[in-house]
Nanobody, 120 residues
């Protein structure tokens, strides 16, 4: 059994900052890439940022220079530091991890989502 537990969402004014965390737990053999996705009301889920086990990062263009993804491999945790938040960043943010559980092939797992609301 694997769980991804997110935290850190909330309400923030435009220009503000939030830091999201996502901790993976369970019978984990190896975690490959981890990432953050978001889904705004009436829109499809979209990739925000990913990070490989070696620390290589990738961002969607609209968050480059504002968001920073990082991970602590010892804690099986991925973070998303969000600065200079804009109204259009409002969404439910989901953590994703491509990981291998003992005895099973690697596949993607999702967290439950955390709401980020940017509003004045």
């Amino acid at each position: 059994q694997v769980q991804l537990v997110e935290s850190g969402g909330g309400l923030v004014q435009p220009g503000g900052s939030l830091r999201l965390s996502c901790a993976a737990s369970g019978s984990i053999f190896r975690i490959n890439a981890m990432g953050w996705y978001r889904q705004a009301p009436g829109k499809q889920r979209e990739l925000v940022a990913t990070i490989t086990s070696g620390g290589i990062t990738n961002y969607r263009d609209s968050v480059k220079g504002r968001f920073t993804i990082s991970r602590d491999n010892a804690k099986n945790t991925v973070y998303l530091q969000m600065n200079s938040l804009k109204l259009e960043d409002t969404a439910v943010y989901y953590c994703n991890a491509d990981l291998k559980v003992w005895g099973f092939p690697a596949r993607g797992y999702w967290g439950q989502g955390t709401q980020v609301t940017v509003s004045s």
